[in-house]
């Protein structure tokens, strides 16, 4: 089963989450939504401004607990690496 790393923002330079799914599209949308509960609901990260696909479910997830564990300063420049103006990848899901 494929897997996604995504990184979730509030604003450029704001709040951002890191999660992990098989489904990239449809846990973007939840997100969105305010579908699910927690912390980007909580702090309004509705925005799509990074992620990674992967073949294996289980790389993504080792690929999570690895961002998880960077400087703030490392993630905001990963994101920059691909997404300099922050915009929201939602709409091109697959494209870049």
């Given at each position: 089963?494929?897997?996604?790393?995504?990184i979730m923002a509030s604003k450029k330079n704001g709040t951002i989450y890191i999660g992990v799914?098989?489904?990239?599209?449809?846990?973007?949308?939840?997100h969105k939504?305010?579908?699910?509960e927690g912390f980007t609901k909580r702090y309004g990260c509705k925005l799509l401004v990074w992620y990674e696909e992967y073949?294996?479910?289980?790389?993504?997830?080792?690929?999570?607990?690895?961002?998880?564990?960077?400087?703030?300063?490392?993630?905001?420049?990963?994101?920059?690496?691909i997404n300099p103006q922050w915009e929201d990848l939602y709409g091109g899901i697959g494209w870049y």
């Open positions: 089963m494929a897997g996604y790393v995504y799914t098989s489904d990239l599209s449809q846990r973007v949308h939840d939504e305010g579908i699910i073949e294996r479910i289980e790389d993504a997830i080792q690929r999570e607990k690895s961002l998880k564990r960077w400087y703030r300063k490392w993630k905001l420049d990963l994101i920059e690496s």
